[in-house]
């Protein structure tokens, strides 16, 4: 089980998730995706997911369960496989760019698909050797 080194549980997670099972809902996230969004992280500087722990108003950017006005069953959010990042330094696009323009760059190597069209930066690992760009 990977644990993040630039993130902590409550910015990956629901308020309700991170009270029910603390530091034991890393178990709950896809390995790729904590690696990347560290990568993320390392890369491009201040990245925010979730941002309810300091009062902000993000808390489905990261893991989707059943209680999420966001949740659909397929999605990758749902199986911990995705993340919707927003940057301090870079738009969601610049960074977006980056990642098609370099797919097999090491700190992408795990990015299989990212949405295009929006302010935030879609990313996730779903199980597939390439990486798919899509609308919402």
């Given at each position: 089980?990977?644990?993040?080194?630039?993130?902590?549980?409550?910015?990956l997670?629901?308020?309700?998730?991170y009270?029910?099972?603390?530091?034991?809902?890393?178990?709950?996230?896809?390995?790729?995706?904590?690696?990347?969004?560290?990568?993320?992280r390392?890369?491009?500087?201040?990245?925010?997911?979730?941002?309810?722990?300091?009062?902000g108003?993000r808390q489905w950017?990261?893991?989707?369960t059943?209680?999420s006005?966001?949740?659909?069953?397929?999605?990758?959010h749902?199986?911990?496989?995705?993340a919707?990042c927003?940057?301090?330094?870079?738009?969601?696009q610049a960074?977006?760019?980056h990642i098609?323009?370099n797919?097999g760059?090491?700190?992408?190597m795990?990015i299989?698909?990212v949405?295009?069209?929006?302010s935030w930066l879609?990313i996730?690992?779903r199980n597939?050797?390439?990486?798919?760009a899509?609308?919402p």
């Amino acid at each position: 089980m990977y644990k993040c080194i630039h993130f902590e549980i409550h910015e990956l997670v629901s308020r309700r998730i991170y009270e029910d099972h603390g530091e034991l809902a890393w178990e709950l996230l896809d390995d790729r995706l904590l690696i990347t969004i560290d990568r993320l992280r390392e890369r491009y500087g201040k990245t925010t997911i979730n941002n309810y722990h300091w009062g902000g108003n993000r808390q489905w950017s990261g893991l989707r369960t059943p209680d999420s006005p966001y949740y659909t069953p397929h999605s990758q959010h749902t199986f911990g496989r995705a993340a919707d990042c927003l940057f301090r330094d870079y738009t969601a696009q610049a960074v977006r760019t980056h990642i098609l323009n370099n797919p097999g760059h090491t700190d992408f190597m795990y990015i299989t698909s990212v949405e295009r069209g929006t302010s935030w930066l879609h990313i996730d690992t779903r199980n597939c050797n390439r990486i798919k760009a899509f609308y919402p």
